[in-house]
């Protein structure tokens, strides 16, 4: 397994997708410069969080021009398998790579702190290997992270299980309206996505932030777990 990790002028998160694949994991990484516009000797590509262009005009809007961006989408048009994480889903938002858009938080302030999520489908390979009602604990840090698309847009997305991940409490349920829950006030409290053939992901929250006992502290190492789905493990 390869793992092409983008990096954007102002993504920050690219050495913890590192950490994930290529220390814990033991996978092949290689850094894909935003330049770069063929994606063909990699199996997975991640987008790992930060402030891509520094998020001028709006999140995601200027990392979509990016010539890397056309040879993400032919590899993900051919089957290639691809994540985005906090920026990295703003920015598949952002490209048509997945439906919806990621508006300001409720209450309009920058969120960091550590939310509960819940399975909601394993029709992605980020999933696969997860049992519905599985619970990951994994920080946030996000200020436009509160995700909305039209009622015909969610309602397709709810009836094909393409919400893989749901904000949740500490006990697994969903409660939409408590802003300690659903912390961004996103739509269904919905934390991640995946489009129709299940091979592009979308999320806000970092599970790559929560995949060691020594450094996830109220997460553990809960996050792991997809990775380790993402990669057959």
Avoid at 44 to 66: E, I, K, N, Q
Avoid at 193 to 199: L, R
Avoid at 202 to 226: N, Y
Wanted: charged content about 20%; proline content about 3%.
């Amino acid at each position: 397994m390869k793992v092409g990790v983008v990096v954007f002028p102002g993504t920050n998160c690219d050495q913890d997708i590192e950490n994930v694949y290529g220390r814990l994991l033991k996978a092949e990484t290689r850094r894909i410069w935003h330049r770069e516009t063929k994606i063909s000797d990699v199996d997975l590509v991640v987008l790992p969080g930060g402030f891509s262009y520094g998020d001028y005009l709006r999140t995601g809007a200027l990392a979509r021009l990016s010539p890397v961006m056309d040879g993400i989408k032919n590899f993900a048009a051919e089957g290639g398998k691809v994540i985005g994480i906090c920026n990295g889903f703003q920015i598949l938002c952002e490209s048509g790579l997945l439906p919806g858009v990621l508006l300001e938080n409720v209450g309009r302030r920058f969120l960091s702190r550590f939310v509960h999520l819940t399975v909601e489908s394993t029709k992605s390979f980020f999933t696969a290997g997860m049992s519905k009602g599985d619970m990951l604990t994994c920080p946030i840090a996000h200020f436009q992270g509160n995700y909305f698309a039209d009622l015909s847009t969610i309602s397709e997305l709810e009836a094909n299980n393409q919400v893989i991940l749901r904000y949740c409490s500490g006990s697994g349920k969903r409660i939409d309206s408590d802003r300690d829950v659903n912390v961004n006030g996103s739509i269904n409290s919905i934390a991640g996505i995946t489009n129709t053939t299940g091979n592009v992901v979308g999320l806000m929250p970092h599970p790559e932030r929560a995949v060691e006992m020594l450094t996830g502290f109220i997460g553990s190492d809960t996050g792991l777990s997809p990775f380790k789905c993402s990669v057959g493990a």
